[in-house]
């Protein structure tokens, strides 16, 4: 069965732009996850999404929002890109809460 | 709050070699712990998911143990081929929070020379 997609794979934004990644997860997952991935600070955990709803919030300022539509895709948007926002931004969706976490390939922002 | 450590931060081993990661968490109320797999600039693979009621799991040449009294767990590599150069890494699931955010190490980048 098809894994965890995410697009665009490569993004290049100028700071103060905004911008939409996107996330489908296996069929059949409800739960979708988005996570951050720098060198510095390695993988945090942004948001969780489950049937609709935000479930948990990591520790991001407001410009990171999420949100996540009936048939489970979810999108993330970030506004008025910072340098610092340049990262690695990974998706992860499960069946259930105490299940296999799978991850999408990823989408690699550059903030320039 | 949780907080995840791996040593070694880097490993390098001729092929063949029999390999074990070590991955220790400060808290030990967790449900499962999960080892993934990334190579340069790209996503996680899900290797093994091992839940708490389990001291052990198998996948081919992997074996991951738990001890959630200790705040442990190791990945061992049986017979290291080049193929499983990567850096792995190990998450649980953050206490009190649903269970889902994970709370990732900093990973082993593990090279392994023909």
């Known amino acids: 069965k098809a894994g965890v997609t995410q697009t665009p794979r490569y993004l290049i934004k100028t700071r103060g732009q905004q911008v939409t990644l996107s996330c489908s997860p296996i069929?059949?997952?409800?739960?979708v996850s988005w996570y951050q991935q720098t060198p510095g600070q390695g993988l945090q955990f942004l948001f969780e999404y489950f049937s609709e709803t935000q479930r948990n919030k990591g520790n991001f300022p407001g410009r990171f929002s999420g949100r996540q539509f009936s048939n489970s895709r979810s999108e993330m948007n970030v506004s008025t890109l910072e340098l610092g926002d340049s990262a690695l931004y990974l998706c992860?969706?499960?069946?259930?809460?105490?299940?296999?976490?799978?991850f999408g390939q990823g989408t690699r922002l550059t903030v320039v | 709050k949780q907080e995840v450590t791996q040593i070694p931060a880097a490993l390098s081993v001729p092929e063949g070699e029999n390999l074990v990661l070590n991955c220790s968490f400060t808290?030990?109320?967790?449900?499962?712990l999960q080892w993934f797999r990334q190579d340069p600039g790209k996503g996680l693979t899900s290797l093994l998911l091992?839940?708490?009621?389990?001291r052990e799991q198998t996948s081919g040449r992997l074996n991951a143990s738990l001890d959630k009294s200790s705040g442990r767990s190791t990945l061992y590599i049986a017979a290291s081929q080049p193929g499983d150069s990567a850096t792995y890494l190990c998450?649980?699931?953050?206490?009190?929070?649903?269970?889902?955010?994970?709370?990732f190490g900093k990973g082993t980048r593990l090279s392994v020379i023909a």
């Open positions: 998450a649980v699931p953050l206490p009190n929070s649903g269970n889902t955010p994970l709370v």
């Open positions: 808290d030990s109320a967790i449900y499962n």
């Open positions: 069929s059949g997952h409800r739960s």
């Open positions: 992860a969706s499960r069946l259930g809460m105490m299940t296999e976490a799978f």
């Open positions: 091992i839940q708490s009621s389990q």
